[in-house]
């Protein structure tokens, strides 16, 4: 059950006052019909791990990704979150589309052309849920590090993300939109506050830990709890969070690019110690030219790995 936001609450978390919001309107998460595991797992079903894959992730309500890979990105939001309202559930969105994205890692690197096209680009995401319930991650990676970009681009990206969570405040008044904050290996607690402050966070719901990564949720609570502390002894609020434990059930060991050995965590659900606990990333989805998925391309579905990320080898 989700908590409800009393007035004493909203008060601290300005910008979260949705009428319904989908921790209200819905019953539970969407599973993904067309994720890259349930793909595969289609497509594999004499393949002596296709059980195990399809009880322990592709039937798990993950995130949706979109990109510049999705089409006509109104009509895609649209159509996902219209399937998720049909079923009675909230679905998880990830916009993944800043201007050069994963600028200082590499491995996912792309984005939108430009400023402008971004713009576009992410009011119609926005106009495509309209008012349907949705939890909606924004850009993960492009608070994280900020070491290789010029100020000119740290504006910009700011400018960007601000305008984004407006585009949703208007146009998407019952998506949840956490700005996403990175996670605990990466910045001091005290300069991602700092980061999410300049970049509008103030009228996003909240923001989102550990996409991507493998950091217990331990250390991601302790995190968040360190970055609200920061946001109001300065900007005089608080948000709420919420941490990706698709891949977390071990923790790290201390790379973040495929690295062996680690575990599925908790599955989807509201509370836990955050606002929720979201499966963001899908287990067996690659990192990059890395690690136990040397060879594959970011986001590529890697069955083995999946496979023993199930049971922790």
Same mark, same amino acid.
């Given at each position: 059950?989700?908590?409800?936001?009393?007035?004493?609450?909203?008060?601290?978390?300005?910008?979260?006052?949705?009428?319904?919001?989908?921790?209200?309107?819905?019953?539970?998460?969407?599973?993904? !019909?067309?994720?890259?595991?349930?793909?595969?797992?289609?497509?594999? *079903?004499?393949?002596?791990?296709?059980?195990?894959?399809?009880?322990?992730?592709?039937?798990?309500? +993950?995130?949706?990704?979109? &990109?510049?890979?999705?089409?006509?990105?109104?009509?895609?939001?649209?159509?996902? +979150?219209?399937?998720?309202?049909?079923?009675?559930?909230?679905?998880?969105?990830?916009?993944?589309?800043?201007?050069?994205?994963?600028?200082?890692?590499?491995? %996912?690197?792309?984005?939108?052309?430009?400023?402008? @096209?971004?713009?576009?680009?992410?009011?119609?995401?926005?106009?495509?849920?309209?008012?349907? !319930?949705?939890?909606? =991650?924004?850009?993960?990676? %492009?608070?994280? @590090?900020?070491?290789?970009?010029?100020?000119?681009?740290?504006?910009? #990206?700011?400018?960007?993300?601000?305008?984004?969570?407006?585009?949703?405040?208007?146009?998407?008044?019952?998506?949840? =939109?956490?700005?996403?904050?990175?996670?605990?290996?990466?910045?001091?607690?005290?300069?991602?506050? *700092?980061?999410?402050?300049?970049?509008?966070?103030?009228?996003?719901?909240?923001?989102?830990?550990?996409?991507?990564?493998?950091?217990?949720?331990?250390?991601?609570?302790?995190?968040?709890?360190?970055?609200?502390?920061?946001? #109001?002894?300065?900007?005089?609020?608080?948000?709420?969070?919420?941490? @990706?434990?698709? *891949?977390?059930?071990?923790?790290?060991?201390?790379?973040?690019?495929?690295?062996?050995? *680690? #575990?599925?965590?908790?599955?989807?659900?509201?509370?836990?110690?955050?606002?929720?606990?979201?499966?963001?990333?899908?287990?067996?989805?690659? @990192?990059?030219?890395?690690?136990?998925?040397?060879?594959?391309?970011? &986001?590529?579905?890697?069955?083995?790995?999946?496979?023993?990320?199930?049971?922790?080898?």
């Amino acid at each position: 059950m989700a908590p409800v936001l009393t007035a004493a609450l909203l008060a601290l978390h300005p910008g979260t006052a949705h009428a319904a919001g989908p921790a209200l309107a819905a019953n539970g998460f969407y599973t993904d !019909p067309d994720s890259s595991a349930r793909r595969w797992v289609d497509a594999n *079903r004499g393949d002596g791990r296709a059980a195990a894959i399809q009880a322990s992730i592709a039937d798990v309500p +993950t995130g949706r990704w979109f &990109g510049n890979w999705s089409g006509a990105i109104g009509a895609a939001t649209g159509s996902y +979150t219209g399937a998720a309202a049909a079923a009675g559930k909230t679905p998880i969105l990830v916009a993944y589309n800043i201007p050069n994205r994963d600028i200082c890692a590499g491995q %996912s690197g792309g984005g939108a052309g430009s400023a402008a @096209d971004y713009r576009a680009w992410i009011a119609a995401f926005a106009a495509g849920i309209g008012n349907r !319930p949705a939890v909606v =991650v924004l850009e993960p990676d %492009s608070l994280g @590090d900020e070491s290789c970009m010029s100020p000119a681009q740290i504006s910009e #990206r700011n400018g960007l993300l601000t305008d984004a969570i407006a585009q949703f405040n208007s146009k998407a008044p019952n998506a949840w =939109v956490y700005l996403d904050a990175g996670n605990p290996a990466w910045l001091s607690a005290d300069t991602m506050a *700092r980061h999410l402050a300049a970049a509008g966070v103030a009228g996003a719901h909240g923001f989102s830990l550990n996409v991507s990564n493998y950091l217990t949720t331990g250390e991601n609570l302790a995190y968040g709890s360190a970055v609200n502390a920061a946001l #109001r002894s300065t900007k005089g609020f608080t948000k709420p969070f919420v941490v @990706d434990t698709s *891949r977390n059930g071990n923790g790290s060991n201390g790379a973040w690019c495929n690295p062996a050995g *680690r #575990r599925i965590g908790t599955a989807s659900t509201w509370g836990g110690g955050a606002e929720g606990l979201l499966w963001i990333k899908v287990p067996g989805e690659s @990192d990059g030219n890395c690690g136990v998925g040397a060879g594959s391309t970011a &986001g590529q579905f890697l069955p083995e790995v999946a496979y023993k990320m199930i049971y922790g080898y």
